[in-house]
């Protein structure tokens, strides 16, 4: 039972243009999310976090999104660079006695120079 | 400065073995994890650890057992190793599970191979 989706297992981007990946969810307990990037052979680094009282928390070049009604967020990059070239995980947290993250299957995305 | 670091990096056994996996942080950070990323790629959490609570995720086989030296290391130990051990297992800590804006930080993992 996959609580935590992101249905994209690639995307393909020009560089300077839009990069969006999307993420859903079906927990309705989560409520706190966080985008993490994996470089091949490296650990998941963490890159921008947003809580269920925000709609939108922004960070540089990146911008998380949070529709709570839709169950979905999304995860924006503006512009693209070679170096975002990356899995990313959408991650997500639920209120409770002790909070463990439940991770997305990852989307891979290129971004193309 | 490194600040989640595991060894070793690749680790490659006989099935029936019994191994360990260890990690470090210096973060300052009060809990610490395992997780285990599957063939699918999926991260799922194995173990949570703090120096006064351990959560095991009931799906862990009793076979994997984490060990605390002190609250900047937890090892992972896993007896009579399986062909479907094989994964990449990733540590990580954070600094305080209880908190609603807790984050986790990842160590680069360790691929463990089963022949």
């Known amino acids: 039972d996959q609580q935590v989706k992101q249905n994209s297992p690639s995307l393909s981007v020009q560089e300077g243009r839009i990069s969006i990946l999307n993420c859903d969810y079906t927990?309705?307990?989560?409520?706190?999310f966080l985008w993490y990037k994996k470089y091949p052979a490296e650990g998941p680094t963490f890159l921008i976090s947003i809580s269920s009282i925000k709609d939108k928390n922004e960070d540089g070049r990146f911008t998380v999104f949070l529709n709570k009604s839709a169950k979905h967020l999304s995860l924006h990059i503006v512009p693209s660079q070679p170096g975002d070239s990356a899995v990313y995980f959408c991650?997500?947290?639920?209120?409770?006695?002790?909070?463990?993250?439940?991770f997305g299957s990852g989307t891979q995305l290129t971004v193309l120079p | 400065d490194t600040a989640v670091s595991q060894t070793p990096k690749y680790l490659v056994t006989q099935m029936g073995n019994d191994k360990s996996i260890k990690c470090e942080q210096n973060?300052?950070?009060?809990?610490m994890y395992w997780y285990k990323q599957d063939s699918k790629k999926f991260l799922k959490i194995m173990f949570s650890?703090?120096?006064?609570?351990?959560?095991i995720n009931e799906t862990v086989p009793n076979r994997f057992s984490p060990k605390s030296p002190d609250k900047a290391h937890l090892n992972l130990h896993i007896n009579s190793l399986e062909l479907g051990d094989s994964a990449v297992y990733f540590c990580?800590?954070?600094?305080?599970?209880?908190?609603?804006?807790?984050?986790?930080?990842f160590g680069p993992g360790t691929r463990l191979t089963v022949l």
């Open positions: 927990n309705s307990m989560f409520d706190y």
């Open positions: 650890y703090n120096n006064k609570e351990l959560i």
């Open positions: 973060l300052g950070h009060d809990t």
């Open positions: 990580a800590s954070s600094q305080d599970r209880y908190s609603s804006t807790d984050t986790q930080y």
């Open positions: 991650a997500a947290s639920n209120t409770g006695s002790a909070r463990q993250l439940t």
